[in-house]
């Protein structure tokens, strides 16, 4: 197999159609880890299929191939058509650059790129890889802890693991400020992370009025047996699971009926916006 090889068009289109630095780098280091188990005549096809699907491969069956035909290339050309010569279609294939736009992940990838912190550079690899079902289990989560700060003011948490264990997520709205705020999370995934036997673990801390990022962490070190962390994460009370009512994302609720956040007030006089 060939070594990766970009021709300069090829980079031309890549960096107008990913012109966020994450999501530049993102399908760089894809296609640099995937290269070998990836075939097109056209690098464009394989970044049309990255703009569609999210390109993305199981990291423990390396034997997987795929095999990409140039006809895949064809939402990627209509969208070049329209960006420079001002043909009537959509200058963005549908995909990971639209399904997302304007919701908390894409605010905390905005966020993560206007912070000069490494740490957070490398989460918004990391949230740049995982899976859609995932991503709608993020926005659902972070919306339902403002909902619930707002109600009792109080510190509220969404973790979730990802990677076979290998990595996780922890996810913080507080009240807290400065170090006080900061010392309390990376704790926190401290914790979660010995308590999963995770080597990598990432925080978040966001604002719990609108929901961006204040500030993160990253712990990356091999997990090890703790006599000292086994009390402690014992000790630890492990938070309910964030229960998402369908009603919220299904059927419309009546103003008269309990409000779906579960404040146990009528849908008017909680959560409704006129």
């Known amino acids: 197999m060939p070594p990766l090889v970009m021709d300069v068009f090829s980079l031309d289109v890549m960096t107008e159609m990913l012109d966020s630095p994450l999501h530049f780098m993102n399908y760089i280091n894809k296609r640099v880890l995937y290269h070998e188990r990836i075939f097109a005549e056209r690098e464009l096809t394989i970044l049309s299929y990255h703009l569609t699907h999210n390109l993305w491969l199981e ?7 795929i095999s990409l035909s140039d006809d895949l290339a064809v939402d990627l050309d209509i969208a070049m058509l329209a960006r420079r010569d001002n ?6 294939p549908k995909g990971i650059l639209t399904e997302y736009k304007n919701t908390f992940f894409d605010f905390i990838i905005k966020d993560i790129e206007r912070m000069e912190n490494p740490s957070t550079i490398e989460l918004g690899f990391f949230l740049l890889s995982i899976s859609g079902d995932t991503i709608d289990y993020l926005n659902n989560g972070i919306q339902k802890l403002l909902t619930l700060h707002s ?8 973790s979730i693991i990802l990677s076979n264990n290998q990595a996780g997520l922890t996810i913080h709205c507080n009240p807290y400020k400065g170090s006080d705020a900061a010392a ?9 992370k010995y308590q ?3 080597n990598l673990w990432f925080g978040l801390s966001i604002n719990p009025n609108n929901g961006k990022v204040r500030f993160g962490c990253n712990l990356n070190y091999q997990w090890q047996s ?7 994460a014992k000790s630890f009370l492990s938070p309910k699971s964030i229960e998402f009512n369908k009603n919220i994302y299904g059927k419309k609720i009546g103003r008269n009926e309990k409000c779906p956040c579960g404040s146990g007030k009528k849908y008017k006089k909680c959560c409704l916006v006129d």
């Open 59 to 65: 990291d423990d069956d390396e034997s997987s191939h």
């Open 87 to 92: 043909a009537p279609a959509s200058d963005t």
């Open 196 to 198: 999963s036997k995770s």
């Open 151 to 158: 109600h009792d003011n109080k510190h509220h948490d969404l």
């Open 226 to 232: 703790s006599e000292q962390m086994e009390i402690i």
């Open 184 to 192: 309390f999370l990376e704790k926190h995934c401290e914790i979660k």
